[in-house]
């Protein structure tokens, strides 16, 4: 290791170990922890509620806050999945086929014991691929221009709308509301209001507050309101529980390798995350076992893959958002957003202009994961209370707490209007099937490519050619455009699948299919 590196190590833990830092290292995690094990909260509304708070604090610390419930919360999710069968979040959801299984056998400490190692040698595994390869990948992105950049944006933008789940056509309808969204306001180039209406208060835009709060805020806890109910855990874990057998043990590490390196592989990708990364996990394992049939009846393969998957994947996940300013998914886009407030501009010059900031957050990242694994195992009987929290003490307290920190940012009323106008907008996407995430990734990217757009048109004096001419642009672009054609594709072959089957059901006199029929009547004799 040359003397370099260990320079950039040494500010990174000078940085991550001052008593400020690692005051909100703990305070992340733990949060994290703590709303990752109650179900429908999860990090997404946490990080929204909190980014007004971000306003206040410094750079450092405040992206250490938010990381931390970030990844912390990927190790609570697996409490709830494991002792109620209720995913605490999406990426944990795979978790419930054998963890509740292991619950109900009498072995939920051990089920929980091997998700806390898993993830955290998952998230270490992530954090090492992180160290690695990030400055790689900044070094090289520092030969991008305008045109880069804005392929680039765009590549990253309709793969998250695309891959993830849900309609692909309404994830793209999505991200270009969320586009115009970002356009609301004052044009910096001519000066020019843009869909302000007459009003003052929309001159200085649409920030990402109040869609935060509202679409992931506030509709979020509606939504909760309507599908959980809360209720005591009967079940106690004691920490004698926790101890696993030879098996068990033996069972473990094979499912926790694999799973890291997939995790680490999906995160770093834009739209894929720690949800594919879970289930894809799960099903190699399954696919590799000498015994699938063990799998869905407390399998603890089926624990520790998908959880070091998940958490290496939510590690892996900071290599695009920090390096090349591309989110891959909708946290990241609100981290991103946590770093614009403060003026710094996510991408390869960060890496060189902000050494302190890039390996002070990674240091903290390995604090984080120790301070999870601490947290998750002595504290068990304290996640397993907090699922007893009555839901209907819990929201109209998060509610508060979202008109607060509206409020709180520019002591202006009209901030609070945003947030409730975006949770009913938000709400009634929902209802109609539009997953509001993309339009939230759309608002952060739009206005930064709708920049390097214009620079690149610039430098080209308006020609579009540049960017398809430029090899690495014309790259991204290709790129882009498979994925197009893939969704439109897939579309149509799902369009014609439902066509053939609501025919086949009309066909018949009874407007019932043929196998309907053969079923009801029974065989046929010649």
Known sequence: ????????????????????????????????????????????????????????????????????????SAYGGSTASILLNLPGTPSSAVTCIDGHEMCKQGRAGVALLASAVSSFIG????????????????????????????????????AASTIASGSPLKGIAMVLTGILVGIVGTDVNSGAYRFTFGSNELTDGITLIGPALGMFGVTEVIASIRRLKSGAITRNVSMRSMIPSRDDMRRFWGPTLRGSGIGAFFGALPGTGGVLASFMSYAVEKRVAKDPARFGSGAIEGVAGPEA?????????????????????????????????????????LVLDKP??????????????????????????????????????????????????AYSINNNHFDVILVVVFAIFGYVMRLLGFSPAPLLLGLVLGPLMEEHMRRALVLSQGDFMTFVNRPVAGSFMAFTFLILIYMIWTTIKEARGTTKRATSRTDSPTGRSAADVDEHVGPRHG
């Open 1 to 72: 290791m040359d003397l370099d590196v260990v320079d950039k190590l040494v500010i990174g833990l000078q940085t991550a170990f001052t008593l400020h830092n690692l005051m909100y290292c703990f305070f992340g995690v733990f949060l994290g922890t703590f709303v990752g094990v109650l179900p429908g909260i999860g990090s997404l509304v946490t990080i929204a509620l909190l980014l007004p708070i971000t306003f206040h604090l410094e750079p450092t610390p405040a992206i250490v806050m938010l990381a931390g419930v970030y990844y912390g």
């Open 123 to 158: 998230g270490g595994i992530g954090i090492l691929i992180m160290m690695m390869f990030s400055e790689t990948i900044a070094e090289f992105a520092l030969e991008f221009g305008p045109a880069e950049y804005f392929a680039l944006m765009l590549l990253g933008l309709i």
């Open 309 to 349: 998957a998940n958490n290496a994947a939510d590690q892996t996940a900071f290599i695009p958002t920090l390096t090349l300013g591309v989110p891959g998914s909708v946290v990241m886009a609100l981290i991103i957003g946590a770093l614009l407030i403060h003026g710094i501009v996510p991408g390869p010059r």
């Open 356 to 405: 302190d900031l890039f390996w002070g957050l990674i240091m903290s990242f390995w604090i984080g994961n120790v301070l999870l694994l601490l947290l998750n195992i002595p504290l068990i009987g304290l996640w397993v209370k907090v699922l007893a929290i009555p839901y209907h003490i819990l929201y109209p307290a998060i509610l508060m707490f979202v008109c607060i920190g």
